[in-house]
């Protein structure tokens, strides 16, 4: 019986990931809430974190920047009550990403610090790679050319070692 209910539940998750691809947001964001409303209610805590970044995404294609924002912070919460550190680098470099484009920059590279200390902690690469080209963006875009420059070259120092 647990085992259906599981299984129901992956592919209510799997529908909301292919609405988001398909650009069908509505769906996704009521197959979302649901997801997370059952995945709490089963003290699932990583699989809310993981639908509310997604519907953070839904949201951020959107341009409904705030509620990105509100999805994001919301994973980033949950993630940190397991100590998921690699679930908290994304948060945080998604919340970045978001204030780049409400050219916030200041927030940005602030975020982007953030999920260079988490990404780091779970060793991801990937998001620590994006977080200090993501700080060097932010820079650049302040007029702080050689912070930038520095920053830019920390991200390749990184990638090296």
Do not use: P
């Not at 977080?131 to 090296?160: C, Q, T």
């Amino acid at each position: 019986m647990e085992e259906n209910k599981i299984e129901k539940e992956n592919i209510k998750l799997n529908e909301a990931n292919k609405y988001l691809a398909e650009g069908k947001y509505a769906r996704a964001i009521k197959l979302y809430e649901e997801y997370i409303g059952n995945s709490l209610k089963n003290k699932k805590i990583k699989e809310a974190a993981m639908a509310y970044h997604n519907m953070g995404i839904v949201y951020d294609n959107q341009k409904k920047y705030i509620q990105a924002i509100e999805c994001f912070k919301k994973a980033l919460e949950y993630h940190k009550m397991i100590d998921n550190y690699r679930g908290m680098s994304w948060a945080y470099y998604s919340i970045g990403l978001i204030f780049g484009e409400l050219t916030n920059f200041k927030e940005m590279s602030e975020y982007n610090e953030k999920a260079i200390e988490y990404g780091a902690k779970a060793q991801d690469t990937e998001i620590v790679l994006k977080s200090y080209n993501g700080i060097g963006h932010a820079l650049n875009e302040l007029k702080e050319y050689s912070k930038s420059f520095e920053y830019l070259n920390k991200g390749l120092e990184y990638f090296d070692s």
